[in-house]
């Protein structure tokens, strides 16, 4: 069994980089309303992929090349996929955030074209069920496939 502190203090920062430019360039695709529904269909897809990815790279670092038990790999994995979800996630919101105040988000143009107290009700219930909801379940959608990826890793390296 690997040890879960030696375990984070050599994935934490890869998979926290990769997070944030991921949560940053997803971000600011999200804010452009003529592209953000088109940016979906390949936001979507690469959001399962990328945690996965964070999993096989972070597994890597931290076995330093070398060959890993499926227990480590997936131990690693994860560790780097809570990580990567809890980065990704703050990021998210603060982008949710600014979506709220801009008025891109589809709630809160629908709902501003009522009213703008209609808008800021709306963008705040919004940002409430991100972070009640959405950031919890992103995490443990990143640590399964963060778990994945470590697997991965450590199959291929046998």
Do not use: H, R
Not at 121 to 145: E, K
């Amino acid at each position: 069994m690997a040890d879960i502190g030696g375990v984070f203090s050599s994935v934490w920062k890869k998979a926290a980089i990769i997070a944030v430019v991921w949560g940053i360039i997803a971000g600011v695709v999200g804010l452009i309303p003529l592209i953000n529904l088109i940016a979906l269909v390949a936001i979507v897809p690469l959001a399962f992929l990328i945690p996965i990815i964070v999993g096989y790279l972070s597994t890597g670092d931290y076995k330093k090349g070398a060959k890993a038990e499926i227990g480590d790999g997936a131990t690693a994995g994860a560790v780097a996929g809570i990580v990567y979800g809890i980065a990704s996630g703050v990021v998210g919101i603060i982008f949710a955030i600014i979506g709220s105040i801009l008025g891109v988000t589809l709630n809160t143009a629908i709902a501003g074209a009522e009213s703008g107290a209609a808008a800021a009700g709306a963008g705040i219930v919004g940002i409430i069920l991100a972070i009640v909801i959405g950031l919890p379940v992103g995490i443990i959608f990143s640590l399964i496939l963060g778990l994945i990826g470590g697997v991965i890793y450590s199959i291929l390296k046998k």
